[in-house]
Nanobody, 118 residues
């Protein structure tokens, strides 16, 4: 199973970016998918999660600005980021709980850099 993330880049404060992450490989289904981020010198933190049923959860700092969504048919999770702030600068990682025939495993994407200039 592989997760391929894309969509990062450089944006000015107040701007928007959209990230996507597609899962590929052999598996039965995907439960929760999410986005995490790691800023320089800081620990990786949860940004947003979405269950297979569409329930979402956000870290307080992005509520009202970020939206997580998924397309189950495409095994893809998205993160729409609006009103970006300099403190959103980080490497963003996607994450998925993948169900195979005999077990559930967590996979990570390779990370995509988001840089917000002030």
């Amino acid at each position: 199973v592989q997760l391929q993330a894309c969509g990062g880049g450089l944006v000015q404060a107040g701007g928007s970016l959209s990230l996507s992450c597609a899962a590929s490989g052999s598996f039965r289904s995907i439960n929760t998918m999410g986005w995490y981020r790691q800023a320089p010198g800081k620990e990786r933190e949860l940004v947003a999660l979405i269950t297979s049923g569409g329930n979402t959860n956000y870290v307080d700092s992005v509520k009202g600005r970020f939206t997580i969504a998924r397309d189950n048919a495409k095994n893809t999770v998205y993160l729409q980021m609006n009103t970006l702030k300099s403190e959103d600068t980080a490497v963003y990682y996607c994450n998925a709980d993948v169900i195979s025939r005999f077990r559930s495993s967590t996979y990570w994407g390779q990370g995509t850099l988001v840089t917000v200039s002030s």
